[in-house]
Structure formats: structure tokens, C-alpha cells
């Protein structure tokens, strides 16, 4: 993005703040059921409450092609948000499928982190001028990574009521897990906020529940995590009057020999960090606290993103019987959560618990480092809001097809998935038929 409409958008965005607000004054007792009306909303849609003109901008900005000027790469998956997020509507799921890699090592993962894992960029790029003279390569992750042994595929998960989902309070995840049966009782992971903005204060320790493996707790680190580790552009931002840089070191490819920076040059053609929004700001002078106004932009669109909205449920609820007789709903909890998003009252209902489960063989094997080879098991219980819209089922988009997402959670027969599985292998074809009929309405 150019510095110009930055500026314009987090202009805007203070007006935005000030208007919705004044709004929400004669509209205290509305409350909207996001997700479980019929026809209310269209997918990418903004919450009810939202400042119109706010949240197209923020949207454009997640649509927005970054280019090598901007910082692009040196090395990156895609070239904007909205060009993975992009199934149904702008946030939607996506086709793109991520690779991840690593390996154990004496018994316990690790990323290789020092050949540039676990996540591998398919793009570089390429050669670049800094100045008259200099010639630079940004390299490539090479295919397959030095080293790797386990390898796994990640497709775009749906950004749409991110919002909402990161209002659930902790202590009502945390009260779903201990309700839960040992035999398929989730683990809350964790994570330390990063950036301040909107409910969180960095330091914070949360209930991660965003991406396939729960890893981030909040939208706005999450659009840190991307903006860097999917299109390569790093940001800095101020918390209280400190310089946050955990967003500002770029990916190199494999940390090659070749590799440009070992070379002589820079890593990109913009050296440094990309967009250093906390040297913009005088070092964050002042005590001031702002997120990169591109991030902050990301985090805005996804945090005011209705639910997706449902579909007739043509087995006339037969279907929500067999899933909770199925125990999908041990997972899937048909829970319906309620918070409260710009002054109002907000019902949703996402079918997840934002817990992870060991899944047995469908786990991707993918981990921190140091984790056990169980603890790579474990998957975020998928948030099926939203399903009608999807064309790319598990984790590593193996299928299209409900039934043979649901037959993969027997996980070779020891996950946590399994006993599900195999209830629906034993149901009669009316009774799978209502269920997926069922799920064909989330
Ligand atoms: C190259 C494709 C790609 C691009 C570009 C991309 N994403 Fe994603 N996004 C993904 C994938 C894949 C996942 C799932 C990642 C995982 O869990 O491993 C994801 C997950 C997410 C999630 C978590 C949603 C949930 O509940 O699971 C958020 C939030 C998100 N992306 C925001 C962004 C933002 C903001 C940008 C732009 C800065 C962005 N993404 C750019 C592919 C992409
Ligand atoms: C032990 C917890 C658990 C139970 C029980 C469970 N699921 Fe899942 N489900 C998951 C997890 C975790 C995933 C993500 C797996 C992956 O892709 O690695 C998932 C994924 C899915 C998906 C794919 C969604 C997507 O976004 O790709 C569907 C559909 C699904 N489950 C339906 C069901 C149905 C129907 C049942 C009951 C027969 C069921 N699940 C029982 C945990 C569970």
C-alpha cells in the first residue's frame, strides 16, 4: 500500500471509532443472531453496527496488491489477503493449499527453523536491483526443504465472524473442555498476545483458537502473522510507547549460501523493515499504542465480519439429531455463543469448541519444536459455520466430500475422532442422508 492511503485509512478508521459509537447509543437493546438466521446476511458481510464506509476501506486493504515497493517478499505465498481468502465473498475459505515441513528429531518435532520452516514460501522474488551495480537473487525455498521428513498441507481457512469467535472468553472454552468426556477431552492452547488493539493488551496469556492448530488468540496477530510470513512484509508497532518488532524479521529462502542478504545484499529491495510504522511514529514517542495501520486495516475488516449465514436444513432437523447422537456435538458443540460487538448483542453459533484433538493419523503432524509426536496430532476443532460456502475439506483440502471427512476421522482408529466415525459408518443411509443434509445448511 502506498504511505497515502494508509494514512487516509487510519484517518478514517478514528472517525469510524467515534460514529459507531454515537450510533449505538439509540440501538442498546437490539440483539442480532448472526448466524442462525436464514438469509440475513451474505458471506463477508459487515456486522450490523459497523461504519459502512470504515469497513470497505479496511476491506480493499485486505484485497490490496502489495508489490516489491511495498516490501513484498523476498520470499511469499500470494501477493494480498483476499487472494487466498477469497471463496464465496472477500474472507471466505480459499484453494490454497500451504505447505508445512519438519522433522523429529531424538523422538520430538522439530520445525527446522534454521532452513526457513516450517512454513515454506513458494515464491521468491527473484533478482532485484537495491542500487546501480548491485545485483540480488531473493532466492527460493527449495522443494523439498534440506532435511525434512514430514510434510503437510494446509488449505485457507474462512476469516468471516473471526470477530465474534475472538470474544469468546476463555473460561467458557476452558468450562467446555472439562465438560468433556477423557475419551475425547480437547486441550486449550495458549498464546501471548502481541499486539494491543481493539479487546487485547500485548502480554496477555489467551486461549489461541484461530487457524488449524489454534495458534493465535486474536485477529490482529494473526494479520501481523500473515502480512509477514505469507507475503513477506514486516511491520513494526508501538504498545505503550515501546517498538514491537516481533513481526519484523523477513523470511529468508532455506537460509541458503546463496541467499541474498549473505551476498552482500540486502534482503529485499526495501532493507530493513518494510513498513516500520514505529520509527513513522517518532519510536513510539509519547507512550503511543497503534498497530501498523495495514495490519490494524486486516484486523478491523476480519473483527466486523458477520458469521456466515445458513442455509435450509432440508432434513427438517433430523439431521441435528443424528449429528448430536453421532457425537459430532462432542466436538462440534452446538453451543450458541452470545458477546457483545459494537454495543450490541451478538448470537452465534460455530460448531467448535476452539479446542485441539488428537486425531490420530488425520493430525498433520506438525508442531512446535520440542513437541511430542501426540501433541502433533492435535487439530482445532474445525468450525463447520459456514460450510455450504466450502469446496476444500481437512486440513490438507483432501476432499470435497462430507462423508469422507467424516470417515478420516477415524484417524487410524485411535484418535479422538473415532468413535464419531465409526457411529457414522454404523448409521443407516437415512440416517447419514439427514446428516449430511444437515451439515449442507451450516
Ligand atoms: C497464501 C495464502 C494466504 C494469504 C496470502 C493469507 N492467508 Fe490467511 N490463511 C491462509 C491459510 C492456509 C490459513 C490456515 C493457516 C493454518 O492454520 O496453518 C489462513 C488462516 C488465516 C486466519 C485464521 C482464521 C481461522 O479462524 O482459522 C486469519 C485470521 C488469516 N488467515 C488472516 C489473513 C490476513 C489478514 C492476511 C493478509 C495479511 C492473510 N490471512 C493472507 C492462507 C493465506
Ligand atoms: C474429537 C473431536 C471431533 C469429533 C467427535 C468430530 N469432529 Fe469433525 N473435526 C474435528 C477436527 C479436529 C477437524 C479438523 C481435522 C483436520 O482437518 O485435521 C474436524 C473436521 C471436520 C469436518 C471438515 C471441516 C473443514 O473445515 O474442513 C467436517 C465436515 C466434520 N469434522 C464433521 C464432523 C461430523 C459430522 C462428526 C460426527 C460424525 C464429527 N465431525 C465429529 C474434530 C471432531
Redesign the pocket.
Known sequence: MTRQMRWASLVSLGLAVAVGAVGCLGDNDSSDTTSTSIGAVSLGDALPGTNATTFAEAKAN?GATETQADGLGPIF??R??S???SVGATGGA?Q?V?RRYGTLTNGVFNGLASTGGSLRQLFGIGGFNPSPGLNCQSGTDSNPAPGATIFAG????P?VG?GL?ELIPDSTILAIAAAQPAAIRGVANFDTIHLTDGPFVRGQRRVAR????A?HAS?TD??GD??LN??GITTTSCDRGSVVTDFATENRANRAATNAVINGCPDDLKPGVDDDFAEENNNCAGGLTAVQDDVAN?AFF?RNSAAPPRAIDNSNGRGLTEFNREGCNGCHVTTTFTVTINGRSASFQPFSDFLTHDMGTLGDGIGNDGDSVATTRRMRTAPLWGLHFRNALLHDARTSDKATAIAAHAGGGNGQGSAAAAAFAAATSAQRSDLLLFLSSL
Open positions: 485486505f505465498n500470494e494480498s489477503c487472494a487466498c481468502h480459499g490454497n500451504e494446509r488449505v485457507t481457512t476469516v473471526a469467535v484461530f487457524g488449524w492448530k495458534v485477529v494473526f494479520a500473515a502480512y505469507e507475503m486486516f476480519m
